[in-house]
Nanobody, 118 residues
Framework: VQLVESGGGLVQAGGSLRLSCVAS????????MGWYRQAPGKERELVAHITRNDNTNYADSVKGRFTISRDNAKNTVYLQMNSLKPEDTAVYYC?????????????WGQGTQVTVSS
């Protein structure tokens, strides 16, 4: 399984970025996908999740500002981030997982840095 993120960068508060994650080694159309982030000194946290059926959920801190979507034809999941705040600064990671015999195995991308300046 390989997850490759792109789209991070430096943006001013109030700006927008779109992250992309291209997946390989999985049957993308039946995989649940997520975006997590980790700020310095903090634990990694779930930002947004999208199921194989396009059901989505978001962290309270990003609801109304971030949108997760997927393009199964391109094996790609996106995170559109609007109205960015300095507290959104973190390394953002793409995630998928597989569950076999009740055991969950997580797969992660290398991460992409998002920095929001005030």
């Amino acid at each position: 399984v390989q997850l490759v993120e792109s789209g991070g960068g430096l943006v001013q508060a109030g700006g927008s970025l779109r992250l992309s994650c291209v997946a390989s080694g999985i049957i993308f159309g039946i995989s649940n996908m997520g975006w997590y982030r980790q700020a310095p000194g903090k634990e990694r946290e779930l930002v947004a999740h999208i199921t194989r059926n396009d059901n989505t959920n978001y962290a309270d801190s990003v609801k109304g500002r971030f949108t997760i979507s997927r393009d199964n034809a391109k094996n790609t999941v996106y995170l559109q981030m609007n109205s960015l705040k300095p507290e959104d600064t973190a390394v953002y990671y793409c995630n998928t997982y597989q569950t076999n015999w009740g055991i969950r195995s997580d797969y992660w991308g290398q991460g992409t840095q998002v920095t929001v300046s005030s």
